[in-house]
């Protein structure tokens, strides 16, 4: 009974490594932040597509509009693209692949 309670038992379990537990967490603190920039380029884009191309709402969109938001959205894809591509870069570089 006494071997279910001691200490050696617990620190030789692989889940509760401190220098891998460390290290899983850090990665997960830069997998949120990554996440946190993409959602926040993601909303400064749509905020600047809105303002760049939305005059004055209508009941329908106009041609000049419509290209406006069309090239937006494709500039936003090409962006969203690079980083996605950066993340996936950091993410190898940092796993050692």
Same mark, same amino acid.
């Given at each position: 009974m006494s071997d279910l309670y001691s200490g050696d038992d617990l620190s030789s379990s692989p889940n509760?490594?401190?220098?891998? *537990?460390? *290290?899983?967490f850090q990665q997960f603190l830069l997998v949120e932040r990554e996440r946190a920039k993409l959602q926040a380029q993601i909303h400064e884009f749509s905020d600047i597509c809105w303002e760049k191309c939305m005059d004055k709402p209508g009941s329908k969109l106009d041609?000049?509009?419509?290209? /406006?938001?069309? =090239? /937006?959205v =494709? $500039? &936003?894809?090409?962006?969203?693209?690079?980083?996605? =591509? $950066?993340?996936? %870069?950091?993410? %190898?570089?940092?796993?050692? &692949?």
């Open positions: 509760l490594g401190g220098k891998e *537990a460390d *290290a899983e041609s000049k509009t419509e290209t /406006c938001l069309v =090239n /937006c =494709n $500039r &936003f894809i090409d962006v969203s693209l690079l980083i996605t =591509n $950066r993340f996936s %870069q950091m993410l %190898q570089k940092n796993s050692g &692949f």
